[in-house]
């Protein structure tokens, strides 16, 4: 028979039962002709395929306008009784419910008529390819699978997928509906997580793509997650919300934004990551910045910016500013206190994080979940993340924002004063998405270092490395874990770094300690030392703290 010929058969589905509900037969009809028979008993409203009952044949009886009459008879020839039957006028819908065991590398296309399972074909993966193969042995399960109550086909049910044991009747496995995201024709990204409302943002994403972007997304996808070629011709990679929505991010970024391979010269990757020299070095000023800082009130306003300014090795001016706004000047000195306590802490270790994740993308400019954010910034935790943690992080990203440092180098050209300053800001939030009930965004956008403004700075794309696990310490010792491998970097000749006793007191955070208990601030300080030396960040310490203390870096 020709596709032609194949394409003009008018088929349709009769279904005949009795009074009482208990059974259906499905006759099903080519040009007027019965091809087919499937019987069912229904259990609990469940249809179940059975065999056929007694020895009993029918005919039916066909008028020659029978697609016209919303009854027909059939004859039981055993009986000689006569049973009404109702003619379905539409064509019978078909569809085809996929699942795959990836653990036992196993899986079956079942077919459906009009919600009726009708026949089950087996397959595995060979070589990224679906094959055909044989039922698993052993294996004597007929499943059926029912259309949910209320649900006209497969197609707009979103829950999981039902597969009954006949056997048994009862739910042999249930199949929770893949969340597929349609690149082109021939090609899908199949989501790993279930979550419904965050795969409908990737796709409307997704779509919003150009032609070019759509084959960059394909492209990145599949050199991360090889494609498996389906039996129906297409390719399909199964990834993760975070690597799509990565993907996404670094193609919608600058390519100017990408991080060049000379900043990983002197990096370990195994070991570490990099932080950009010419911010690094500001934040080596950080802790005098801070114990110096200064409130002042923009005018009359309800402005309040916390400033400090010291000077470098060069008599350079280093200023830090940090942005507040508070309804009375009892209001802002508090605030600054609390800002003061977090950059000292709990903020220098996010932004230490921003950069470990700006290494990863390999991007100044990168988008992120930023319960991803919150994952590089406590690695050894386990546990999710709760509504109240995810805000209060969202909170110091925020705080960080509202930070700078202004560098200012001044000479003196054809015997005139000209100074040179620029800007570096912790960090920028370009853009954040979630859902409108949450205080804290699902997904941000974020640049890390603004490279346009600092091109004639020969530092800005020199890395200084920074161990991996330093952000498994407390975030208590965050600055002095940075501030050592900082002046380690600075360094570059000698195996060990000798610092002062007050200065080091100052840069851990045990000024005020070491005010009253000097002892006290001695053993706190050791116990700090220790901590560093357990990630790998020195190498020896001290067996007690003298004025001037030796620390092996190298």
């Known amino acids: 028979m020709s596709e032609e010929e194949k394409e003009n058969i008018k088929r349709q589905v009769c279904v005949m039962g009795d009074k009482e509900n208990k059974w259906k037969k499905y006759l099903y009809l080519e040009n007027g002709v019965l091809v087919g028979e499937r019987l069912v008993k229904i259990e609990n409203g469940i249809e179940i395929p059975c065999e056929e009952t007694g020895s009993a044949n029918y005919t039916l009886t066909l008028h020659p306008n029978f697609e016209n009459e919303k009854e027909l008879n059939v004859l039981n020839n055993i009986t000689g009784e006569t049973s009404q039957i109702k003619v379905i006028q539409q064509p019978q819908k078909v569809e085809f419910v996929k699942w795959y065991n990836e653990t036992k590398n196993i899986g079956a296309i079942n077919r459906l008529e009009n919600g009726l399972h009708v026949s089950c074909q087996y397959f595995r993966v060979e070589n990224n390819q679906e094959v055909i193969c044989e039922p698993p042995e052993g294996d004597g399960k007929f499943y059926f699978v029912p259309l949910p109550d209320g649900v006209p086909d497969f197609s707009s049910y979103n829950g ?7 056997s048994t009747n009862t739910i042999a496995r249930t199949i929770p509906k893949a969340k597929i995201i349609h690149v082109d024709g021939k090609v899908e990204i199949k989501i790993k997580e279930d979550d419904s409302k965050v795969t409908e943002d990737l796709i409307s994403k997704v779509n919003e793509l150009s032609l070019d972007d759509k084959e960059r997304l394909i492209e990145s996808i599949q050199k991360t997650c090889e494609p498996v070629t389906t039996l129906e011709g297409k390719q399909v990679s199964i990834s993760t919300i975070d690597q799509v929505t990565q993907t996404i991010g670094m193609i919608l970024t600058n390519e100017s934004d990408e991080i060049p391979i000379d900043f990983y010269k002197t990096i370990d990757p195994k070991e570490g990551f990099g932080i950009s ?17 200064k409130l002042v009130r923009q005018g009359d306003t309800t402005t309040y910016i916390i400033q400090s300014e010291v000077k ?5 001016s280093i200023r830090l500013e940090h942005r507040l706004q508070a309804t009375s000047p009892q209001e802002a000195e508090k605030i600054a206190r609390l800002v003061l306590k977090r950059l000292k802490g709990i903020q220098i270790k996010i932004w230490t994080a921003c950069w470990k994740m700006a290494n990863t993308k390999s991007r100044y400019t990168f988008n992120c979940r930023l319960s991803e954010l919150m994952k590089y910034c406590n690695p050894l935790r386990e546990a999710h993340f709760n509504s109240a943690e995810r805000a209060d992080f969202y909170e110091h990203l925020r705080s960080l924002e509202n930070t700078k440092f202004v560098y200012t180098k001044s000479y003196k050209k054809k015997g005139k004063d000209k100074y040179d300053s620029y800007e570096i800001r912790l960090l920028e939030i370009h853009r954040h998405s979630g859902y409108k009930d949450e205080e804290a965004p699902q997904e941000i956008t974020m640049t890390i270092l603004n490279t346009l403004a600092l091109q004639k700075e020969k530092t800005t794309f020199v890395g200084v490395e920074i161990k991996n ?25 000698g195996s060990h770094l000798k610092l002062e006793r007050d200065s080091l007191m100052e840069i851990a955070g045990l000024s005020l300690t070491n005010k009253t208990k000097k002892a006290h601030a001695n053993k706190l300080l050791l116990e700090k030392l220790g901590r560093l030396k357990e990630k790998g960040i020195i190498l020896s310490i001290p067996k007690r703290i003298s004025d001037s203390i030796s620390l092996k870096i190298r």
């Open 160 to 166: 999981e997928i039902s597969m009954y044991d006949p």
């Open 277 to 293: 020299r010419v911010a690094e070095d500001k934040i080596y000023y950080l802790p005098r910045l801070l114990e110096n800082a």
């Open 312 to 316: 470098d090795s060069y008599n350079n």
């Open 469 to 493: 696990r330093t952000l498994e310490l407390h975030a208590d010792d965050a600055m002095l874990a940075n501030f050592i491998q900082t002046r380690k970097n600075q360094k570059m000749e």
